[in-house]
């Protein structure tokens, strides 16, 4: 018996990632912490599994004084956050036109309101076939379809042709085309584009949109400060500017992975258009759907930010231990993808951030098979992924051989 509308029958379960990481907790309460490889969370944890938390993020937030942190947000969030999640999410690399933004919890809010606000119902969202699977649930949950394409051709390149093709045969249907693209740092892949991938990305959406139909890019940087060098890989901003008004991008910025506020929620929707009309427009319907969802967000977490980026000292001190931390994940990245590359595993190609994935046929059965090592990674739609960034150095030594091992069993 169900008593729920039927628009919402049959949705619900444990998430896949959590319940994984539910059993690797469980294995390491039977056998011992050390003797377990819990590749599954994706958040940054130390040599002894600990959350990596930035101290001085940490000092901000003590500063707070309790009566500000208890008061009401605006809704689109205070200036001085939106000013700060603007500056850094595109430092020195912000694009020319019209720029605003309206404070989201996390960068999943800015996700819900971009597909549920640019698309109609029975609309399909568009994403690589590699995807974060929180994608494909909020579409559902939005009244949206979801479709992708092939993520790399037959030489590991970024897929341009296949994107143009489902990018034209959508746009054959519906008015609207919402484009969902994570980088750099993608996960579950860990590859960034290049310059050249994103001016073809931005070839094939310009020729696109001489139809006259309109195109949403939404750029997901979730892991932009774990990318490698902050600069560097901000020169993409760059290339938004002077973009036709009926392509608008939207930066999903978040605080989560940058200042290791997880459990804060608090993040930015960034709009960038060559169009004034567009950007007011963007502004006034996100609040607005603010409104009618959540409301408001966390205030406290949004002075942090704020404090942040008026202070030069504490700014600094920010990105030094952002780098720290960067360097530590790279070191665990680098070890087992030379591992990988000794013993023969296939891999997507990895660039830099929390996450690699193996390619498969059969994930499942390569990560039951893992479990039998005590090795505990996600099987997503067409391989398995595994959080870098939660496993320490000791412990990845040795272990692409052992899921090399696994993945011998099902894909040979």
């Known amino acids: 018996m169900s008593v729920l509308a039927k628009h919402t029958q049959g949705k619900g379960g444990p998430d896949k990632i959590f319940r994984i990481s539910g059993m690797a907790k469980a294995r390491a309460a039977e056998v011992g912490k050390e003797n377990i490889i819990n590749a599954t969370t994706g958040a940054f944890l ?13 000092e901000v937030v ?3 004084p309790f009566r500000d942190s208890a008061e009401y947000a605006p809704i689109e969030g205070t200036k001085g956050f939106v000013n700060a999640a603007i500056d850094g999410a595109f430092r020195e690399y912000r694009p020319n036109g019209f720029i605003d933004g309206v404070a989201t919890p996390g960068g999943t809010g800015g996700l819900h309101h971009s597909i549920y606000n640019y698309l109609e119902p029975g609309d399909t969202v568009l994403t690589m076939d590699r995807y ?9 949950e939005c009244g949206r379809g979801f479709d992708t394409f092939v993520s790399f051709d037959e030489n590991n390149k970024f897929n341009l042709p296949a994107l143009k093709e489902k990018v034209e045969e959508l ?8 484009y969902i693209l994570n980088t750099p740092a993608h996960n579950p892949t860990g590859y960034s584009l290049s310059e050249e991938d994103m001016d073809g990305v931005l070839d094939v959406l310009k020729e696109a949109a001489k139809g006259g139909k309109n195109i ?14 902050k600069e560097e890989v901000r020169k993409i901003f760059k290339k938004l500017s002077g973009l036709p008004a009926n392509i608008l991008t939207i930066v999903g910025y978040s605080m989560s992975k940058g200042f290791t506020l997880y459990g804060q929620r608090t993040g930015a929707m960034i709009g960038v258009s060559s169009s004034e009309e567009v950007i007011k427009e963007f502004a006034d319907i996100n609040q607005y759907t603010s409104r009618a969802t959540w409301s408001n967000i966390n205030r406290p977490a949004m002075r942090t930010l704020a404090t942040i980026y008026n202070d030069a000292e504490l700014l600094a001190a920010v990105c030094k231990e952002r780098d720290d931390y960067y360097q530590m994940i790279k ?8 591992e990988a590359k000794e013993c023969g595993l296939p891999m997507l190609p990895y660039v830099a951030g929390f996450f690699l994935s193996i390619p498969a046929k059969n994930p499942d059965a390569i990560c039951e098979k893992l479990h039998e090592e005590n090795i505990f990674a996600v099987p997503l739609a067409a391989g398995v992924r595994i959080a870098v960034c939660a496993v320490p150095v000791r412990k990845i030594k040795g272990m692409a051989a052992k899921v090399m091992a696994a993945w011998k069993a099902f894909e040979e």
């Open 216 to 229: 949403i890019l939404f750029l997901d940087v979730a892991y932009i400060d774990y990318a490698g060098e």
């Open 132 to 140: 974060w699977a929180a994608y494909k649930s909020i579409c559902r």
């Open 46 to 58: 130390d040599a002894n599994g600990q959350l990596i938390t930035m101290k001085t993020v940490e």
């Open 62 to 64: 003590k500063t707070i």
């Open 331 to 338: 070191a665990r990245a680098d070890i087992f993808t030379q």
């Open 171 to 178: 746009l054959a249907k519906q008015d609207n085309l919402l």
